[in-house]
């Protein structure tokens, strides 16, 4: 690396020296000193101590305009005060766990039921990898099918049904592009369970078509998110989510949205409805929660009430649509993510998009970019924006490296600590806050280009 990009380095480890104590001292006691994976990167992470609004503060006593949002969980905002004020009634007057059923989660369910009309039923659970797996389940069952088809590069959680050719070490071992090969990203996983789990391309209708006469009998769903993120955002091409419908018609399978990071950031509701589809099933998460663990998989009431104690599709969980979290929910739904609000949050978006590639082209730096919603990514070294998730991982990743830390010195956190994260613009970022973040772009990226 150049010696502007060890200068840069010298101000990251100057500028937060406690957190490296923190890093090595809780290392000794939990692995990589992180609760997530993706909280870690090099040389230590950040430790936060607060947040509020737009804006998060380290145990350093530096302060950043704060862009990953807990990867679109708290888009609200940080401690939003209708959130806030809902979570310590909730406590105050109900509790946070009673073991019985709460019409808290009633209203919250018809709430979502208003925004989107293909859930007509609902189950919550804790997080949106459970959401998934259970979407996945019910799939199963329904159709008396195994296999399940996803989009290569595609997050939808940890748990071994989908935790499949999503961030390879390397891109080889996926196999050629028309005969990508299952792979699973964990050790641990049982191959039997791999065999299961069927990988293909988004945005590349003929590609899942060919799945789909192979093993179309055996095939119980396809799932993918309307809108890719977790490859920075890759927005679906004309017609591409109904060639999708048309086909799990024809061969019987589900069509599954996963709308865990999308709903409510990428649109006003699910991302999917603005593209003219339906969906059997829908699994959501993050938004819904306002900042708690909060998920749901819902859909059509005619899959839905094969979930017990109705059918015999099981769903447990003792924490699942607790009050806390559902109040949260309501006060994030109702109070805070109204259209006028999405609108905002999008006329802000679309001002950093445009600041960032000013930016790019002031620099003369090879870098792409794209928005949607509250949302937006950057793709290092690539001329346009990528497809699918082939094109995506050819991004720069040493320049994403040497501008993430750029960033962070110059008191932004830009997005989530990887290539492969995309940016929110919360419900509490203000303008001064998109002005502040283009002007920070233009000096890093001259420094990084170096």
């Keep these: 690396m150049g010696t502007e990009f060890k200068e840069l380095l010298a101000k990251y480890l100057a500028k937060t ?65 209708s959130i ?13 766990l009673l073991g019985m059923p709460s019409p808290l989660a009633g209203e919250l369910a018809k709430e979502i039921s208003s ?50 050719s999503d961030k390879p070490a390397t891109i080889k071992i996926l196999g050629s592009y028309d005969e990508p090969r299952s792979v699973p990203d964990s050790l641990g996983t049982p191959q039997d369970v791999v065999k299961l789990t069927l990988t293909t391309h988004f945005n590349d209708v003929d590609s899942v078509e060919k799945l789909f006469k192979q093993f179309g009998n055996e095939i119980a769903a396809v799932i993918t998110e309307p809108v890719q993120t977790n490859m920075g955002v890759i927005l679906p091409e004309e017609n591409y989510l109904k060639e999708l419908r048309r086909l799990c018609d024809y061969y019987g399978a589900f069509l599954i949205f996963d709308e865990v990071k999308t709903g409510f950031n ?16 829908v699994v959501l998460g993050k938004v ?23 059918g015999r599709v099981v769903h447990y969980g003792t924490y699942n649509a607790n009050p806390l979290c559902v109040a949260a929910g309501l006060a994030a739904l109702k109070k805070v993510f109204t259209p006028e609000a999405h609108e905002r949050m999008k006329n802000l978006n679309y001002e950093l998009f445009k600041g960032v590639n000013n930016a790019v082209e002031d620099s003369k730096i090879v870098a ?83």
């Design 115 to 164: 925004r989107i009309p293909d859930i007509e039923m609902i189950r919550f659970t804790n997080s949106g990898a459970e959401a998934t797996m259970y979407a996945i389940r019910l799939a199963r069952a329904l159709t008396g099918r195994d296999k399940v088809v996803k989009m290569e590069g595609a997050y939808h959680g940890a748990h071994d049904y989908l935790l499949i």
């Design 17 to 81: 020296p406690k957190s490296r104590e923190a890093f090595e001292e809780v290392s000794r006691y939990v692995p990589g000193a992180v609760g997530s994976a993706i909280q870690f990167f090099k040389p230590y992470p950040i430790f936060g101590l607060r947040g509020y609004g737009s804006r998060v503060w380290d145990i350093d006593g530096n302060e950043y305009i704060d862009y990953c949002m807990s990867y679109g969980a708290m888009t609200a905002g940080h401690r939003n005060p």
């Design 288 to 310: 819904i929660g306002g900042g708690t663990p909060l998920a749901a998989f819902g859909g059509r009431r005619e899959f839905m009430e094969n979930i017990t104690p109705v």
């Design 266 to 281: 990428a649109s006003s509701s699910a991302a999917y409805l603005e593209y003219g589809v339906r969906a059997d099933l």
């Design 368 to 450: 792409s970019t794209v928005a949607k919603g509250n949302m937006g990514a950057i793709y290092f070294g690539l001329d346009k924006p990528p497809r699918n998730f082939r094109e995506a991982y050819r991004v720069d990743k040493d320049m994403w490296y040497r501008y993430w830390i750029a960033m962070l010195v110059e008191g932004i956190i830009p997005y989530g600590g990887a290539w492969f994260e995309e940016w929110f613009v919360s419900a509490m970022h203000t303008r001064e806050d998109i002005e502040k973040t283009i002007e920070a772009y233009y000096k890093v990226l001259k420094i990084i280009k170096g």
């Design 84 to 96: 806030v004020e809902a979570i310590v009634n909730v406590v105050k007057e109900h509790g946070t």
